[in-house]
T-cell receptor, first 112, second 114 residues
Framework: KQEVTQIPAALSVPEGENLVLNCSFT??????LQWFRQDPGKGLTSLLL?????REQTSGRLNASLDKSSGRSTLYIAASQPGDSATYLC???????????FGKGTLLTVNP | DAGVIQSPRHEVTEMGQEVTLRCKPI?????LFWYRQTMMRGLELLIY????????DSGMPEDRFSAKMPNASFSTLKIQPSEPRDSAVYFC????????????FGPGTRLLVL
């Protein structure tokens, strides 16, 4: 059974810092990996999707990398802003059937 | 577009009562997903539909849980009878076949069973 772990569970940084969020998964036979953002009291918003054949994806100040062999992904946020404060979740899929296994997330607080 | 709509946003009920959660997916989307989120277990997929047909319900925890999608614009998740351990936030999400990996989530229904 696939297990997804995110460390740390919570992270607090001052505005302007670059930071890295970590995600690890136990079964390397994944189809793809996604990073989501969840704001308090709201649903999830998809940020980045990395196919199993890719090594990284970038969107603005966000960069996600994938190392299937080691079962790890990182989400890099450059020049963090208070508006980046949210919970970030990663999710992996095993096949092309749209079933996702989620980590429990990292709660990020960016202090002004 | 209004996005995925869920109702009610909050529900408080007593153990043993029937609970019905509702979801309206984004118009034109052909996949619909029901998730449950708790502190202990995180976000779990309960069931998903394609073109109104249930494809995988292996995440439904017990027979007390049932889900239906009578048409492309409406789905329900029912818990009967409810128990305190069912307390959680329930999310509905929808996606389009051509962009199936991008799931659009609703705001969730926060359920508390006393």
């Amino acid at each position: 059974k696939q297990e997804v772990t995110q460390i740390p569970a919570a992270l607090s940084v001052p505005e302007g810092e670059n930071l890295v969020l970590n995600c690890s998964f136990t079964d390397s036979a994944i189809y793809n990996l996604q990073w989501f953002r969840q704001d308090p009291g709201k649903g999830l918003t998809s940020l980045l999707l990395i196919q199993s054949s890719q090594r990284e994806q970038t969107s603005g100040r966000l960069n996600a990398s994938l190392d299937k062999s080691s079962g790890r992904s990182t989400l890099y946020i450059a020049a963090s802003q208070p508006g980046d404060s949210a919970t970030y979740l990663c999710a992996v899929s095993r096949g092309s059937n749209y079933k996702l296994t989620f980590g429990k997330g990292t709660l990020l607080t960016v202090n002004p | 577009d209004a996005g995925v709509i869920q109702s009610p946003r909050h529900e408080v009920t007593e153990m043993g009562q029937e609970v019905t959660l509702r979801c309206k997916p984004i118009s034109g989307h052909d996949y619909l997903f029901w998730y449950r989120q708790t502190m202990m277990r995180g976000l779990e997929l309960l069931i998903y539909f394609n073109n109104n047909v249930p494809i995988d319900d292996s995440g439904m925890p017990e027979d007390r849980f049932s889900a239906k999608m009578p048409n492309a614009s409406f789905s329900t998740l029912k818990i009967q009878p409810s128990e305190p351990r069912d307390s959680a936030v329930y999310f509905c999400a929808s996606s389009l076949l051509l962009d199936g990996w991008t799931q659009y989530f609703g705001p969730g229904t926060r359920l508390l069973v006393l």
